[in-house]
């Protein structure tokens, strides 16, 4: 098993300098969702790339930064861009802003992510809170960071993701009268987008939306006793349920035109 205390102990030493209160919620931004950053008090941003030993993000949309804020007096910690693991990272590489949240005492952490509509409940443009997670991809590398019976010996995993966060995300859109849909997230490893045969695969299989990231993180935090919630940002449809060709411009453009949604959701999130 990998020690992250120990590979990762500049990273934490360095932030914590850099932050001397505990965040109350941390947030992961997913592509094209890294505009939240500026419409809350940013008390300190850092760029991962000034960060000795954090991996360098390489894909549009994702910015590289970790933001110290706050939002109507609550404290947040914010991750401006997330660590693929299509990138060529190694999990224990990507999970690192999770090992990061915790280390700072963050109680809570909010995954989001851009993700094709699987569903035909599902549409571009459409914010889905993941009611639950297929992570079949990558069980045998998770296993090298979370031992099994560490996993069933976690009493939070029969509340994961976890119910009351997703009941705050709930009431929080209804004060917003904001539509929000429920569904499975599916993982896959990319880089390359699924073929129509996985999709259809995915979607006899029960998945509802499908993207290449936050299952990995989602288990690491529930596995450190963190509240786990995510919101997937449906940017376009899967591959073989329309004609229209794939293409990860499309995804950051669709993100775009939802920002203004996204942003009173997750406002309203923070403050309840």
Known sequence: MVNLNIKYKNIVERLLDEFSYKPELAIVLGSGLGDFVFSINVIKSIDTCSIQDYPESTIPGHEG???????????????????????GYSLNEC????????????QKILFTNAAGGINSDLNPGDLMLATSFNGINIKKELAS?????????????????SSAFNKIIISAAEAEHIKIKEGVYWFTKGPSYETPAEINMINKFGGDAVGMSTVHEAIYAGNLGLKVSSISCITNYAAGISHKKLNHSEV????NLVKDKFEKLVKRVIVS
């Not at 930064?65 to 990138?87: A, M, N, S, T, V």
């Not at 031992?147 to 939070?156: D, F, G, H, Q, T």
């Not at 950051?252 to 993100?255: I, L």
């Open 65 to 87: 930064k970790i933001i110290f804020g706050e939002y109507c007096g609550k404290k947040i910690l914010l991750f401006q861009g997330r660590i693929h693991f299509y990138e």
């Open 95 to 106: 999970i690192l802003p999770v090992f990061v949240s915790y280390k700072l005492n963050a």
């Open 145 to 161: 960071l979370i031992p099994l019976p560490s996993i069933a010996a976690k009493n939070n995993f029969l509340d994961f993701p």
């Open 252 to 255: 950051t453009e669709t993100a």
